[in-house]
């Protein structure tokens, strides 16, 4: 086992200084740069501020310094926020995406697995055909429509609920909910076909005939058969989650990490953009492997070499 | 059933117990910034955030009046001496730092030697080039610091020497790259002094809170030497969503806000609504070395053709339609030069410079960058130019750096361009358009136009400097027709009843040392 986490390791960081290396020469290669601005200022001043932040090396040179503090795990200091450093940045902002993406996570989970299951035990059923719009809109309504209405309706005609900003729990609601309707949505849909699929199945009516039924035939039998799907897509859907959405964040106002996916880029701010990269390629690679991990838990078939 | 259906009673219920006030507690006001202050360093500090924060928490030497002019902050007097070439500051003794200290000559000399200095990067550090060798210090040219035309003839004397006279001079002392700086707190915390727990102040107010991202609050600072601030605290919220900005205005969790364009005529009547215009120009420039641009006849049809009175319809708020480039509430305004819309005189222009009816004329490219309003103005002036003069205009949108870039180094043939006032004097409007000046996109020349400029910034007769600037403006848009200004930006902003004192001045910028919560008009 120590053998094999030490072998992912090394593959997971091969993946992530390609990510990094991949990004550090596209963002270069992108016009415009982090100092430009409506007001142009005098060549000299450019001159400084190019030299402050080494911009005015050659790229390999830039790449060479960059990877000598990311081995250190240093991002540097923020080209648009100047006095702060992106780990800082990421410190504050992080932690903040991560727990609204937990919950998010949460009532995804719950409620996409559940009702999937019940879909798939009442199937062609009035329940599974409800499930089956309801998760078809929440697939297709994009999750500012979502927030937008739940906002309008929760925070604004009814007033029980805050429409924005973070002060307390009630306000991780409306948030979590509309970033947890898609996944939610799609969860379902998954765990509704592979469980189908899984009925289907012989041993289904060996177990049965064996006398076994109810939640014991559904968890100890169907779930353990059908989750891998739902587990490999619990992977990517994690770090998704947890590093926070631009368009969740911005609607609800939340000082989260997800904003810089976006904002980093338009504003060229290298080292930030580096940053939530590198970060978000780390836990793609941490989450695949424990996906791979709970595989070799569900289906005794499967090996980790 | 029954007990899922209590639970779920019992939730809302819950929810509506603890909902959001919605109301002003009292003495507090609550204000969306839009976006996080990339830095409360003045010395690095470039956008209008950052500076809005700091006007209400720093004072320099001089802080503008009710009319925009300089008036005594931090410096309670000062003489000018060699004809306009070296001045005298001399600080009132009640000035004083948020922590009780003095207010000392030193940390002017600290705060201007660092903003000069090579390694500081500052962008805005060219606002005191003006100074005797600070752009020599700033190029690397001179390495002694001390060189710096600003010295402290004792703790309450700075004496400042410039390169040249330069009437506006005072005006510079009110931007906030010239306050001053603590110097043992800015080395003891190089990357921190400006966080809540670190930084001290001269303003009204003190930062005792620093939520990155989320808000910021500003208390009354104990040892402000003018009048202390009636509120216990403001609170600058950063909401980027305009639409969540109304929607929290709405609920009462804002007092003050600027709705997004569309919300506008909702809101018009309500009462709440005000309009104020700013010092600043929406333009569209023409690179007048690209053909068919390069052809004066065509350029002045097109600045000609189009009805500038429809674009606050479109707009929807109180922008006021522009022929002129200095705008009105600044010396140098005037309303009468330029081209106003003419269809007919626009179709003769273009028919003596050989395209009839616009045929044979090549498409024109107009650029901008990506942003709903520029989309709409672009449609706007593409079907005016369309309709009037029976030519085809290609719209171009790019991400906004991208079309900096484009600009900077191949401007397309007509592209929208904009400028707000760093400073209300007419020389920040004309120098734009001076020969070598970095942000003259449209490859425009003029030897007169760069002499007038020059001297208009050093005279100090104001009936004179009104000529001057009215010569130079002739030149840009009459004579060679460089760009076509479109309007003057207005702020639009709803504000509730029970906000008392508050208002945003002609440089778009809002204090709140004088604002009170009027408790009797205070929503129940």
């Known amino acids: ?305 | 059933m029954k007990t899922g259906r209590k639970w779920i009673w019992l939730l809302l219920i819950g929810m509506a117990a603890c909902k959001p006030t919605g109301r002003n507690p009292g003495d507090v006001i609550r204000y969306n910034l839009q976006t996080e202050p990339p830095t409360l360093d003045w010395s690095i500090t470039t956008d209008n955030t950052s500076i809005e924060t700091l006007n209400n928490l720093m004072e320099g030497l001089t802080r503008y009046d009710k009319n925009l002019r300089p008036a005594p902050a931090l410096a309670e007097s000062w003489e000018v001496t060699e004809g306009g070439r070296k001045y005298i500051f001399h600080l009132r003794p009640s000035a004083k730092w948020s922590d009780g200290k003095p207010v000392r000559a030193q940390d002017f000399v600290y705060s201007w030697q660092r903003l000069i200095k090579p390694e500081t990067g500052a962008e805005y550090a060219y606002f005191i080039y003006l100074v005797k060798n600070a752009r020599a210090i700033n190029s690397g040219q001179i390495k002694d610091l001390s060189q710096l035309g600003i010295k402290a003839l004792d703790d309450r004397t700075l004496e400042v020497e410039l390169e040249e006279p330069a009437v506006y001079f005072p005006v510079i002392c009110t931007f906030v790259v010239t306050f001053p700086q603590r110097k043992e707190l800015v080395e003891q915390f190089p990357d921190s002094w400006t966080e809540p727990e670190h930084i001290l102040t001269t303003g009204p107010f003190v930062l005792t809170k620093w939520h990155h991202e989320y808000k910021l609050e500003l208390e009354p600072n104990p040892y402000y030497w003018d009048e202390k601030p009636k509120l216990k605290k403001a609170i600058f919220y950063v909401i980027n969503e305009r639409t969540t900005e109304l929607t929290l205005y709405d609920t009462g969790d804002l007092d003050l806000c600027q709705p997004p364009p569309a919300a506008i005529p909702y809101y018009h009547d309500s009462g709440q609504y005000h309009s104020k215009p700013i010092l600043g120009t929406y333009y569209i420039g023409y690179n007048i070395r690209k053909p068919p641009l390069d052809n004066l006849l065509v350029r002045r049809a097109l600045a000609m053709a189009i009805d500038r009175a429809k674009l606050p319809q479109i707009l929807k708020g109180d922008q006021v339609p522009a022929t002129s480039f200095i705008p009105p509430g600044m010396l140098g305004h005037n309303p009468n030069i330029g081209f106003p819309f003419n269809p007919e005189k626009a179709r003769a222009l273009l028919a003596e410079a050989g395209y009839l009816g616009g045929k044979g004329l090549p498409p024109i490219t107009l650029a901008f960058n990506t942003l709903d309003t520029n989309q709409l103005i672009c449609e706007f002036v593409q079907a005016e130019w369309r309709n009037n003069l029976g030519i085809t205009v290609y719209l171009r949108n790019m991400e906004w750096k991208v079309f900096l870039k484009e600009v900077e180094f191949d401007p397309p043939a007509a592209f929208r361009f904009g400028w707000y006032a760093d400073y209300p004097d007419p020389n920040n409007f004309a120098e734009i358009f001076i020969s070598d000046g970095g942000n003259n996109h449209t490859r425009f020349q003029n030897k007169e136009y760069d002499d007038l400029v020059t001297r208009a910034a050093f005279e100090p007769d104001l009936q004179k400097r009104q000529e001057l600037y009215d010569r130079a403006q002739k030149i840009i848009l009459e004579d060679s027709c460089i760009f076509i200004p479109l309007y003057f930006y207005a702020v639009n902003y709803m504000i509730k009843p029970y906000v008392r004192g508050l208002d945003y001045n002609a440089m778009g910028q809002i204090f709140f040392n004088k604002a009170w919560i009027d408790l009797g008009r205070k929503r129940p």
Request: proline share 6%.
């Open chain 1, 1 to 305: 086992m120590i053998g094999l986490v030490i072998k992912r390791f090394f593959y997971g960081l091969v993946v992530v200084w390609a990510v990094a290396t991949i990004t550090f020469f596209l963002m270069h290669s992108v016009p415009g740069g982090p100092f430009d601005s409506e007001k142009k200022f005098p060549p000299e001043i450019l001159k400084n501020i190019q030299a402050k932040y080494h911009l005015d090396q050659p790229l390999w040179k830039q790449y060479g310094f960059y990877m000598s503090d990311l081995s250190r795990l240093k991002f540097g200091p923020s080209f648009k926020y100047r006095n702060r450093q992106v780990e800082d940045i990421l410190a504050q902002t992080f932690p903040v995406s991560m727990y609204l993406g937990f919950w998010a996570l949460l009532i995804a989970v719950s409620f996409g697995v559940s009702a999937g299951i019940v879909s798939a035990l009442r199937h062609n059923q009035a329940f599974d055909r409800i499930a089956i719009f309801l998760t078809t809109l929440g697939i297709s309504v994009p999750s500012f429509v979502l927030a937008t209405l739940l906002i309008y309706l929760f925070g604004h005609r009814l007033k029980i609920l805050p429409p924005a900003l973070l002060e307390d729990w009630r306000h991780y609601l409306l948030p979590a909910f509309s970033l947890a309707a898609a996944p939610s949505a799609y969860l379902a849909r998954l765990s509704r076909s592979t469980l189908l699929d899984t009925l289907g199945k012989p041993f289904v009516q060996s177990v049965k005939a064996r006398g076994v039924s109810g939640a014991r035939l559904v968890f100890k039998h169907l779930l353990k058969n059908s989750l891998s799907p739902v587990v490999t897509v619990l992977g990517p859907l994690v770090a998704m989650l947890i590093t926070g959405s631009f368009v969740i964040e911005k609607i609800f106002s939340i000082p989260g990490m997800g904003r810089y996916f976006i904002t980093a880029v338009t504003n060229r701010d290298y080292p930030l953009i580096m940053a939530v990269t590198i970060v978000y390629a780390v836990l793609i690679v941490l989450m695949n492997f424990l996906v791979d991990l709970c595989y070799a838990a569900l289906d005794p078939r499967v090996r980790l070499k």
